[in-house]
């Protein structure tokens, strides 16, 4: 087994030029993807039987939660990954995914609220789901603070690197929220060992809307991880190629 | 078409849901896109001041 891969991985004119090439491969197949997966869940897909179409707002809730916790285990990892083998670019793909993961940590917990009103008459509840998904929104926000306050690149990313990898607990919290504790919240529909819960039709549209929002994540996070890149490397000649062009 | 818009009654949760979310979504594009140009502008003066120094 060769490590080659792994080492170019590590080597940031490597990655910088390979994420330039790489974005448009994630971010127009997300377009296309969300675009069918919008014209199937609000159009194509018949109303819930309980829910009419108050349902549909699953198509936006749903990805956006999981881009919440996806975001964050790839930052965890990251993290990881920076601290233990000192990699300056596993700490840049963690910074790069926290600004990402908190707005979409935010959207959840908005199409939530708008979900929640209609359906269980109130808007916010101190429920576990929805309180260990504010809590995730403020790992977030702690991690982005935490790094913002210290001026040192180096010493930024370890120390933000440890908050990272302590709140990964959160992570199965989250998930695992709704069938731990008494929760107003559903049980999982499609992330379970069983056959997901929901008609094809209704399926189809949520599978593209998943699938269009995590690539959408890759494209965001190489285009943010081309920035990380440059800030960590002073005076190094590759740079003048890029930056010059 | 009248329908549609009306999300059988829902149109008051739904569309702000998809409003909000396509927000971030477009708001992530300008963000991400905006931090990558301040950090080129960032090293390019970093080499030109190494420049000016030697």
């Known amino acids: ?245 | 078409m009248r329908a549609f818009f009306d999300m059988g009654g829902y149109a008051a949760f739904v569309w702000p849901a998809y409003a909000v979310t396509l927000a971030v979504m477009i708001l992530n594009i300008v963000w991400a896109r905006r931090a990558l140009a301040r950090s080129r502008e960032e090293a390019r003066r970093r080499l030109h001041m190494q420049r000016e120094t030697r």
């Open chain 1, 1 to 245: 087994m060769t490590w080659t891969w792994f080492h170019r991985l590590a080597s940031p004119p490597y990655v910088y030029a390979l994420a330039t090439r790489l974005t448009p491969w994630f971010a127009w197949p997300a377009a296309l993807c969300i675009l069918a997966g919008l014209w199937e869940g609000l159009v194509l897909a018949p109303p819930d039987y309980q829910q009419g179409d108050g349902f549909r707002i699953i198509y936006v809730h749903a990805p956006s939660a999981w881009m919440s916790l996806m975001v964050y285990t790839t930052m965890a990892i990251a993290a990881a990954v920076g601290l233990i083998w000192r990699i300056k670019v596993a700490h840049a793909v963690a910074a790069s995914c926290a600004p990402i993961g908190a707005s979409f940590t935010f959207a959840a917990l908005v199409t939530g609220a708008l979900w929640g009103e209609p359906m269980w008459g109130t808007y916010w509840q101190w429920d576990p789901r929805l309180t260990s998904e504010l809590v995730l929104l403020f790992l977030y926000l702690g991690y982005m603070g935490l790094r913002a306050g210290i001026e040192d690149t180096q010493r930024a990313d370890r120390a933000s690197a440890v908050l990272a990898v302590v709140g990964v607990v959160n992570v199965p919290i989250i998930h695992y929220s709704v069938t731990w504790w008494n929760s107003l919240h559903q049980a999982p529909s499609v992330m379970r060992l069983a056959k997901p819960a929901m008609p094809l039709a209704m399926l189809v549209p949520l599978l593209l809307m998943l699938l269009g929002f995590t690539l959408f994540f890759v494209a965001l996070l190489l285009t943010r991880l081309r920035g990380e890149v440059l800030q960590r490397e002073r005076a190094a000649s590759w740079i003048r190629e890029v930056v010059s062009a």
